[in-house]
């Protein structure tokens, strides 16, 4: 890789980490070129060198945060619980911690509702990355024919709960949705034969 070609990449990734940044403390809209550029230390002059519009850099830090986020969460709950990876996804997502830090890492709570009013290109790559969010996560559970509709309960309780609990956070109510989201999960996802 010739100088000019790192430099390139090494722009380019602080564009996507500067859009990724403002994606979730703000959304698309209220995120502008000139604010994603000036998080990464570039002049909004090059933004065209490297994406076509704020669409195509949406779009990808969409797509590139939310793969990242779950795919970190995969693993880690691998890791930690070979023996039941699925239960320990959804106790971890829906845990204070994930709820109360101070910058969020999941994307869907941050953009879900803004990606529903905006429509394309922004809710294709969202239902190309829930797609695959559903697909590894049914496959995290015990083989049988209600695994993908258990990985799309799974998937929505978290969402909701956790969406729910952060509107309402530093509220008994708030606490009460993680609470019971992860207890009602456990249950699904332990639940035989259903």
């Given at each position: 890789m010739?100088?000019k070609?790192?430099?390139?990449?090494?722009?380019?990734?602080?564009?996507?980490?500067?859009?990724?940044?403002?994606?979730?403390?703000?959304?698309?809209?209220?995120?502008?070129?000139?604010?994603?550029?000036?998080?990464?230390?570039?002049?909004?002059?090059?933004?065209?060198?490297?994406?076509?519009?704020?669409?195509?850099?949406f779009?990808?830090?969409?797509?590139?945060?939310?793969?990242?986020?779950?795919?970190?969460?995969?693993?880690?709950?691998?890791?930690?619980a070979?023996?039941?990876?699925?239960?320990?996804?959804?106790?971890?997502?829906?845990?204070?911690?994930?709820?109360?830090?101070?910058?969020?890492?999941?994307?869907?709570?941050s953009?879900?509702?803004?990606?529903?009013?905006?429509?394309?290109p922004?809710?294709?790559?969202?239902?190309?990355?829930?797609?695959?969010?559903?697909?590894?996560?049914?496959?995290?559970?015990?083989?049988?024919?209600?695994r993908?509709?258990?990985?799309?309960?799974?998937?929505?309780?978290?969402?909701g709960?956790?969406?729910?609990?952060?509107?309402?956070r530093?509220?008994?109510?708030?606490?009460?949705?993680?609470?019971?989201?992860?207890?009602?999960?456990?249950?699904?996802?332990?639940?035989?034969?259903?």
């Amino acid at each position: 890789m010739t100088q000019k070609t790192e430099q390139k990449q090494k722009s380019h990734d602080a564009i996507l980490a500067s859009a990724a940044t403002l994606l979730l403390e703000r959304g698309i809209q209220a995120s502008s070129i000139m604010d994603v550029m000036k998080g990464a230390g570039l002049t909004v002059g090059g933004f065209y060198g490297h994406f076509d519009s704020k669409e195509h850099l949406f779009t990808e830090t969409l797509r590139a945060t939310a793969r990242t986020t779950w795919n970190a969460l995969l693993r880690k709950a691998k890791e930690d619980a070979p023996e039941a990876p699925a239960l320990k996804v959804l106790v971890r997502y829906l845990s204070r911690k994930h709820r109360d830090g101070v910058t969020p890492t999941c994307p869907l709570p941050s953009i879900t509702s803004e990606v529903s009013r905006a429509g394309e290109p922004y809710r294709g790559a969202l239902e190309a990355e829930l797609q695959e969010f559903v697909q590894s996560y049914a496959e995290l559970l015990p083989a049988g024919a209600r695994r993908r509709e258990k990985a799309l309960t799974a998937i929505a309780l978290m969402y909701g709960a956790l969406s729910l609990a952060r509107a309402v956070r530093g509220t008994k109510l708030g606490d009460e949705f993680l609470d019971a989201a992860r207890k009602l999960g456990a249950e699904l996802l332990t639940k035989e034969g259903a």
